[in-house]
């Protein structure tokens, strides 16, 4: 009896912390302002879950640093809605709990930036000229350090 007990402890403890954090940041992420540049990738599914990758520039740590270009994930349930418009194309940008996640870290330049200019589902509308708002000329070979947003 003591051994199945212990058993279902060990079996039950992944899902304890996986429970334990679905609701809160997790005590790893940090706060980051972050102002979104253009639409990558977005992967909508009902059972899974969905996801939208996003360029945006990120203010991460004390308000000395300068923001960095950064790939941003938001992967959510389908019991969740997306980022509203308001939030994606504000010019002030919007406070996000973030987490690092270096394996999927990619170079500017293999980071897809939506089909075409003026794509109707794109998630942020941009124009039929579009070129991304960058602070600086990104060069080719600049690795955008990929961040998770925790909700």
């Known amino acids: 009896m003591r051994y199945r007990r212990q058993l279902l402890v060990i ?6 912390s996986l429970a334990a954090t679905a609701g809160t940041p997790s005590p790893h992420s940090i706060r980051a302002l972050a102002v979104f540049v253009a639409t990558s990738t977005s992967v909508h ?9 996003f360029l945006a520039e990120a203010q991460i740590g004390k308000n000395t640093v300068p923001p960095v270009l950064v ?5 959510y349930p389908p019991s969740r809605a997306p980022m ?16 690092r996640d270096p394996r999927c870290d990619v170079s500017f330049s293999a980071m897809p930036l ?6 109707p589902i794109a998630i942020i509308p941009e124009p039929l000229v579009f070129q991304p708002r960058l602070p600086l000329p990104a060069p080719e070979n600049l ?8 909700r």
């Not at 509203?84 to 987490?99: E, F, M, R, V």
């Open 71 to 75: 790939k941003l994930v938001d992967h």
């Open 84 to 99: 509203s418009q308001l939030i994606l194309t504000s010019a002030a940008g919007t406070w996000l709990h973030l987490k």
């Open 45 to 53: 599914n009902s059972y899974s879950g969905s996801e939208d990758v």
């Open 11 to 16: 079996a039950l403890l992944p899902f304890s």
């Open 143 to 150: 690795i955008l350090p990929c961040y998770r947003v925790v």
């Open 114 to 119: 939506r089909a075409a200019p003026g794509d």
